[in-house]
């Protein structure tokens, strides 16, 4: 099978398909000849080919925005707010204790012993972390180092994470990082709109909804991949 071939298995799957993540299918899509002949299948099929900015990961997105997927966006902007925004919080508040700029970028290493190391070393951390109810399989009776691998589990099922040092624990961040940061972004520029109560159609949302991927965070693409 061809880069390029896989490359389009991997964007029928819902994958976000980045330099880290699947570096052959996307130098794939780097190429102009591969991009083009990508956009003409998922065109054929009613999607097209995305990214958030011309370094970013590649991803299939929708080529008209029904009401019906409107309704699936939404849901997956409450999955982020409720399960994934707290946990970059937390992550972003460990790098700035650390002395490191908060934002994570996609190529980012993130160590589980020095995630545990600063959370030993911080009541605030410990605390916080103890107190996070959005990691995935937490329970009552974990450790803080029970949760931080459970955390770091729960980012690369996502598509968040790659393992790259399974020895020592060390994952790289993806290219899907930075639609995570478009979500979270969305959220707060409309709050109001994305309360639980009231589900309205923010000013302008419909374009901004158009750059969001099929599947997405909801249904895991990355992780089933």
């Known amino acids: 099978m061809s880069r390029l071939d896989l490359a389009l298995k991997r964007l029928a799957e819902g994958c976000f398909i980045c330099a880290v993540h699947y570096p052959e299918e996307y130098a794939a899509l ?5 991009r083009a002949r990508a956009e003409a299948w998922l065109s054929a099929i009613g999607y097209r080919l995305a990214r958030l900015d011309a370094e970013g990961a590649f991803f299939m997105a929708h080529a008209v925005v029904t009401a019906e997927l409107r309704n699936r966006l939404r849901d997956e902007l409450r999955t982020v707010r409720g399960k994934l925004e707290p946990v970059v919080g ?41 107190e996070m109810r959005e990691i995935g399989g937490a329970r009552v009776t974990d450790s803080a180092i ?29 290219g899907k990082i930075d639609y995570l940061y478009q979500l979270i972004g969305f959220i707060a520029e409309n709050t109001t709109q994305l309360s639980d109560e009231v589900m309205g159609e923010p000013d302008g949302a419909q374009s901004r909804l158009d750059g969001m991927p099929t599947g997405g965070v909801e249904t895991g693409g990355d992780a089933a991949a």
């Open 30 to 34: 780097q190429e102009a000849d591969g």
């Open 90 to 130: 937390f992550m972003e508040t460990l790098r700035q204790a650390q002395g490191r700029h908060p934002q994570i970028h996609a190529g980012d290493m993130l160590w589980e012993s020095e995630i545990s190391e600063a959370v030993r070393g911080s009541a605030l951390l410990e605390r916080r972390l103890l």
């Open 146 to 174: 029970d949760r931080v691998r459970r955390m770091l589990a729960q980012l690369q099922n996502d598509g968040y994470l790659v393992e790259t040092n399974p020895t020592n624990k060390g994952y790289r961040v993806t």
